[in-house]
């Protein structure tokens, strides 16, 4: 079975600060994914990439970037955390079907 | 552009009845369609993954169908128990494009 690791359970966090989540997936895919969780809004769509190298926007990139040096690594990155980015993050891959992480709750203060 | 509604938004049952859970989707040329279980403050654990060939997959108690036609899929569970509570999301998708989610359902199962 594919297994996404996502490094964080809970993360707490001051308001400007830099912060980096870490998604690895086990299965050489190609295809990762970031998204955001929050009441109400359900899952939207922060940054994806097909491949190494590779990123695109998703839905909702404003405040983010990522980073793909390795295929099996998909890091996203709050450049200056702020309080509304306060969310349930999910890491997921595959291409016919997907496998998420087990998420990182953030919480800026 | 692909849009995936889920009714009820909440279902309490109780423990040992037969339930269906309703996902609806817009655009017909469905590639593939997914259901997934969430429990509280974790990720999202896949269950069932129907392709656009098939009409139906199984895996124990939850039974998935899809009807392109009609735009809708259901899960159903047979003999619930409380374990059965999470919420519900469905995902579908059409050919090279992510998957779009449902806002789910928060299935209660009362014991």
């Known amino acids: 079975d594919v297994k996404v690791t996502q490094s964080s359970r809970y993360l707490v966090k001051r308001t400007g600060e830099k912060v980096f989540l870490e998604c690895v997936q086990d299965m050489d895919h190609e295809n990762m994914f970031w998204y955001r969780q929050d009441p109400g809004l359900g899952l939207r769509l922060i940054y994806f990439s097909y491949d190494v190298k590779m990123k695109e926007k998703g839905d909702i990139p404003e405040g983010y970037s990522v980073s793909r040096e390795k295929k099996e690594r998909f890091s996203l990155i709050l450049e200056s955390a702020s309080t509304n980015q306060t969310s349930m993050y999910l890491c997921?891959?595959?291409?016919?079907?997907?496998?998420f992480g087990s998420g990182t709750r953030l919480t800026v203060v | 552009k692909q849009e995936v509604t889920q009714i009820p938004a909440a279902l309490s049952v109780p423990e040992g009845e037969n339930l269906v859970l309703n996902c609806s989707f817009t655009?017909?040329?469905?590639?593939?369609l997914q259901w997934f279980r969430q429990d509280p403050g974790k990720g999202l654990t896949s269950l069932l993954l129907?392709?656009?060939?098939?009409r139906e997959q199984t895996s124990g108690r939850l039974n998935a169908s899809l009807d392109k036609s009609s735009g809708r899929s259901t899960l159903y569970i047979a003999a619930s128990q409380p374990g059965d509570s999470a919420t519900y999301l469905c995902a579908a998708n059409n050919y090279g494009q992510n998957f779009v989610f449902g806002p789910g359902t928060r299935l209660s199962v009362l014991p």
């Open positions: 997921a891959t595959g291409v016919y079907g997907y496998t």
């Open positions: 655009d017909s040329a469905i590639y593939n």
């Open positions: 129907i392709q656009s060939s098939q």
